[in-house]
């Protein structure tokens, strides 16, 4: 048994640098010695701004790291484990059987979504990518179920893309993540694209889905106010580095670093405007 399984971890980074390369430019040391670790059932906000690394070590976690080419990072040191699985020189059969274990929502799974599919077929195509030949009223009550977890109406499934509101599509793309039942769902940017009206529904969906199916998550975001919503637990990337890891409290009191003295300073704000909408 895995380090990682034996102590309870859903993921164990230990040191972990991930790297760019070209053949067109240098190469680009994107995430340098990250050493983190997450619990089952933890859910882990991971902040800081454009850059920073926090997409690059989201695209390891979810099993991507080296798949597509250039395009995408590999991971270059250390060792990275999810759910036991050891990803640096991970193999092809390996590597399969973890992403059936998480899901990932992109920065844009919602522009993603095919716009000659409907909600119900967009949603159940990554059941059909694994197994062509799957039942398709399995595959009907799959949908319908996770249509549903995500807060959205089943009278939507026949509708096309095009047809829904910014924050309905990111639904249908999360509805999308977890469609195979993963336990660990990693979401970039998950309001990116999302009309502000509606960011805080998309938020309280990860947030009821992480409580009632029990799922590990991890949530990406450059917004603080995204985290403070509904991570307990941030790890803050600076050029590639964590510079902290803990509650937001622990992070903000009397730091040192000048990137978590602006957090600190974001936070103070959002405090204030709290303050100011409640008393208006």
Do not use: W
């Amino acid at each position: 048994m895995s380090a990682a399984n034996s102590t309870g971890l859903v993921v164990a980074a230990r040191d972990v640098s991930m790297v760019y390369r070209s053949n067109h430019a240098r190469p680009y040391l994107a995430v340098r010695g990250v050493t983190l670790e997450i619990a089952a059932g933890e859910m882990l906000g991971i902040v800081g701004e454009s850059g920073s690394g926090k997409s690059t070590l989201a695209l390891a976690i979810a099993g991507l790291a080296g798949r597509g080419g250039d395009a995408m990072p590999r991971i270059c040191g250390g060792q990275l484990e999810v759910h036991g699985t050891r990803l640096r020189h991970v193999g092809r059969r390996a590597r399969d059987r973890l992403t059936l274990q998480v899901g990932f929502l992109r920065q844009d799974a919602a522009e993603r979504l095919s716009p000659l599919l409907t909600v119900a077929e967009n949603v159940a195509e990554p059941i059909y990518q694994r197994d062509r030949r799957f039942s398709v009223r399995e595959a009907s009550d799959a949908v319908a179920t996770v249509i549903d977890a995500v807060r959205l109406p089943l009278s939507l499934m026949n509708r096309l893309p095009y047809q829904l509101s910014s924050g309905q599509r990111q639904r249908v793309a999360l509805a999308r993540a977890i469609v195979l039942e993963p336990t660990l769902l990693v979401a970039d940017e998950p309001t990116r694209g999302v009309d502000a009206s509606v960011r805080d529904g998309v938020l309280d969906t990860l947030r009821d889905l992480h409580r009632d199916r029990g799922l590990t998550a991890i949530v990406v975001s450059s917004d603080l106010a995204v985290l403070s919503r509904i991570a307990p637990k941030l790890a803050v990337m600076q050029k590639g580095i964590l510079v902290g890891l803990g509650d937001l409290d622990t992070l903000t009191t009397a730091p040192e670093n000048e990137y978590l003295k602006g957090l600190a300073r974001s936070r103070a704000a959002l405090g204030s405007a709290k303050t100011e909408k409640f008393h208006g």
